[in-house]
Structure formats: structure tokens, C-alpha cells
């Protein structure tokens, strides 16, 4: 069996979210000096590949801490968009999907858009959407945790921020997990195993993860 790592690098100066902390990483000891090598590490709960708990936009909830493992890690859908590549700042409904959608889904689905390519790119703020249309579709088919390869399913431009973020809203407002920044989607079968899991973070509204996919 395969491992995928589906997650971007944590590093100092990485792309953020608009508006979110800076990441640096830097020596706190040293094994010259301290005899250990430990890193100070300053960044936001949203960090590179990451977790969105509901208490991410949800006054009183669910933190990461209390989200079920068995949700975040087991089977999983990977639906991508074709035939035609996503376009920048396209709002991805089911019809731009590359397969017809099963009726019933398991609780992880994503969405591969390949807008990974991006990441850290001028065009990474410019990244396709997920329509609420569809968001809804997918809830109403099974899903809980919604995964996407770019910054966010809700448009990142400062338009649609002034506007709110309503993938966001019904997802997390029906107590569902929403994943961001996945990587190489598009190199997965469509039916796969993945681990999602956050750090057991006391009362966090979101956490960095390393993101896994099995394949056999």
C-alpha cells in the first residue's frame, strides 16, 4: 500500500490565508549551545494543510478537540472537475464534476480542482470555489467533512470576503469539518482511504494536520 502525503510544507513565510498570522519557525535551543535542538514555532490554527472546526465561525462550536477521530480518518470520495480544467474563480457546481454523483457518499469528500499547483503563487487567491448548491448536494448525500485543494471552498478575492463565506456557514453551521490546502488530489484514485487528524488542541477553532491518502 501507497502513502500520499497530501499536505503542504510548514515554513517560515509560507502562503496564509488573508489576514491570518505569519508563520516563522525558528532555533529556540540549539545542540551547540543547549545540547538539544528545539524550534520556536509562531503561526495561526489555520496554517498550510489544516482543519476547520465548527467553532472556526460558529459562536459555542465544536472544537477540534472534540471532534470524533472516526470522522476525520476512513474512507473517503475524491471527485474531480472535468472535462475541463478549473477555471480561476469558478464556482463549482455538480455539473462540472467529472463523474455523475453517487447517491450516497462517505463522511470525507473532496473536491479536486488541481489548484494545488498554485499554492504560494500569484495565482492562489484566484482559486475555483465550491458552489453552495453543491455543498448542500454532498451534505444531503453523506458527506460531513468537506476537503479542498486550494485556500478555502468559499471565494478568497476581498469581494466575496466582504460578501461573507457561505459554504462556510452551512457547513460548519450543520456541524460538519472542513479541510484546506490539500495537496496532489488529483494523483488519487477516485475511492481511497485518508487520515485527516488535527492536534488534540484544548478548545481550538482549527489545527494543522498532516494529511495522509492509502492506496493499494
Do not use: K
Not at 138 to 165: I, K, Y
Not at 197 to 211: E, M, T, V
Request: net charge negative; proline share 10%.
Amino acid at each position: 500500500m501507497a502513502v500520499v502525503d497530501l499536505s503542504h510544507p510548514v515554513s517560515t513565510g509560507m502562503p496564509v490565508y488573508p489576514g491570518d498570522p505569519e508563520v516563522r519557525i525558528a532555533p529556540a535551543l540549539t545542540v551547540g549551545a543547549d545540547g538539544v535542538a528545539v524550534a520556536r514555532l509562531d503561526m495561526g490554527s489555520h496554517t498550510g494543510t489544516h482543519l476547520d472546526a465548527p467553532a472556526h465561525s460558529v459562536v459555542g462550536g465544536r472544537t477540534v478537540d472534540e471532534i470524533p477521530l472516526e470522522l476525520v480518518t476512513g474512507p473517503a470520495r475524491v471527485l474531480r472537475v472535468g472535462p475541463s480544467p478549473a477555471a480561476a474563480g469558478e464556482s463549482i457546481t455538480a455539473d462540472r464534476l467529472a463523474e455523475p454523483l453517487p447517491d450516497h457518499l462517505p463522511p470525507i469528500v473532496c473536491i479536486a480542482t488541481g489548484w494545488d499547483v498554485h499554492f504560494g503563487g500569484e495565482a492562489a487567491g484566484a482559486h475555483p470555489s465550491v458552489s453552495l448548491d453543491l455543498a448542500r448536494t454532498l451534505w444531503a448525500r453523506g458527506a460531513r467533512v468537506l476537503g479542498v485543494d486550494c485556500f478555502s471552498p468559499d471565494p478568497t478575492d476581498a469581494a466575496s470576503l466582504e460578501a461573507g463565506m457561505p459554504v462556510h456557514e452551512f457547513w460548519l453551521g450543520n456541524d460538519g469539518v472542513i479541510v484546506e490546502n490539500l495537496a496532489r488530489l488529483t494523483s488519487l484514485p477516485e475511492v481511497v482511504e485518508m487520515s485527516l487528524i488535527p492536534l488534540r488542541i484544548a478548545a481550538g477553532d482549527g489545527s494543522p494536520i498532516r494529511a495522509l491518502a492509502f492506496v493499494e
